[in-house]
């Protein structure tokens, strides 16, 4: 809906529509990524089918962040930065001489979301298997590619709009910022101009919208939620 209504206030998106035979070896690989088995010869192949849809699509916008359907596989992106072999969060804690905790939580998410970023089919379909979140849920599915901007971590909010109205905005990040504090007004104006633009154009009355400001201080949608399709 954001794509066909608001395609200037998201990031570039090409969604790739996934047929019965993708969606069969996606569920299949994840199980056998779970169960620690190997790949058929069948599965390989049809795995490759995919990589190369999503090739296509990630060609078209660069360095991409893909999510099936609404779930993305930032479970896998948390858990990496963790690993022995990831040196680039123990480099960023060293370069932020991080001395507390905020600033810690802070290059922590800031490597979650770099570890979302793919260049290729094959990054994505790694992420897409071995994530918890990303499980084929329904009988059509749809992997959006989209274009990786780099957003400031603690400047995503979700607000709420009942009856066209805005009822609600927070801050995203499980986690307080005490950086955002002095420019609060600032940023409660930009995200009521982005929010007027898009009450506007929504055939919906009511729904949650996730907005992010980049690090020019640009605001974009990166998720819609109608209430009816909203799950917690």
């Known amino acids: ?16 529509a996934l047929v019965p035979e993708d969606m069969a070896a996606l569920a299949t690989a994840k ?5 620690r088995r190997h790949f058929s010869p069948a599965l390989k192949a049809s795995l490759q089918r995919l990589e190369n849809k999503l090739d296509v699509a990630i060609k078209q916008v660069g360095v991409a962040f893909v999510k099936l359907e609404q779930h993305s ?8 930065t963790f690993a022995p072999s ?17 600033n810690i939580l802070w290059a922590w998410r800031e490597s979650i979301m770099e570890g979302l970023a793919v260049r290729s089919g094959l990054e ?12 084929v849920r329904s009988a059509s599915c749809r992997v959006f590619v989209r274009k990786f901007v780099d ?10 709009v009942s009856e066209q109205q805005v009822t609600g905005i927070t801050q995203m990040s499980p986690y307080y910022h005490s950086g955002i504090e002095p ?18 154009r929504l055939p919906i009355p009511s729904f949650v919208v996730d907005l992010n400001f980049t690090k020019v201080g640009e605001v974009a949608i990166s998720d819609l939620h109608p209430f009816d399709h909203m799950v917690h």
């Open 124 to 135: 994505a379909l790694r992420l897409l298997i071995s994530s918890m979140r990303t499980l």
């Open 1 to 16: 809906m954001v794509i066909q209504f608001l395609p200037d206030l998201t990031y570039d998106t090409v969604v790739v």
């Open 183 to 200: 420019s609060r007004a600032i940023i409660c104006d930009k995200l009521l101009v982005s929010l007027a633009t898009v009450v506007r």
């Open 86 to 102: 990831n040196q680039a969060f123990r480099q960023k804690l060293a370069s932020m001489r991080c001395r507390d905790a905020e």
């Open 151 to 160: 957003h400031q971590v603690h400047m995503r909010f979700r607000c709420f």
């Open 31 to 35: 199980d056998c990524f779970l169960r």
């Open 73 to 80: 596989p930032i479970d896998v992106a948390a858990e990496a």
